[in-house]
């Protein structure tokens, strides 16, 4: 299975690092993970906020991100079919998403995501394109 994985999957796994996202991220599965380049321009956007929340430096931070991002493979946004931004665009409703549902339209993988607003707003527009941090985990510990 792959995802892509969103930036507030990040973040959440920088507020809390012993938590389920860290802890899937450094899991070893068959989940490959994705992400546009663009994950890391939000989160610096985040930055002073995240130190804020942890209480932690900007070189502590930026040490844990590259432990949550040892796995994900990143994707340069100039690869992303053009097509796809106009579609994603129209479809969600913080611009700071259409890297992400771009990135799902080109590869047609799932967002794992825990942004409720972006779910339920594909999901009313007829599109069942994410994963929340929950399903991933009944994946993952399911007894095969």
């Known amino acids: 299975m792959i995802v892509i994985a969103d930036s507030n999957i990040l973040i959440s796994g920088l507020y809390n690092p012993k938590g389920a996202i860290s802890k899937i991220l450094n899991t070893k599965s068959k989940i490959q993970f994705l992400a546009p380049d663009y994950l890391f321009e ?19 931070i930026h040490e844990e991100l590259n432990k949550l991002t040892a796995k994900i493979s990143v994707i340069c946004s100039k690869s992303v079919s053009l097509e796809n931004k106009p579609k994603s665009i129209e479809l969600i409703y913080d611009i700071d998403d259409a890297p992400f549902v771009s990135l799902h339209f080109h590869t047609g993988h799932k967002i794992w995501t825990g942004d409720k607003i972006l779910i339920k707003g594909l999901l009313n527009k007829g599109f069942d394109i994410c994963i929340t941090t929950e399903e991933l985990k009944k994946m993952l510990y399911k007894k095969e």
């Open 42 to 60: 939000e989160i610096e956007e985040h930055l002073s906020e995240i130190m804020r929340y942890t209480d932690k430096s900007k070189k502590y």
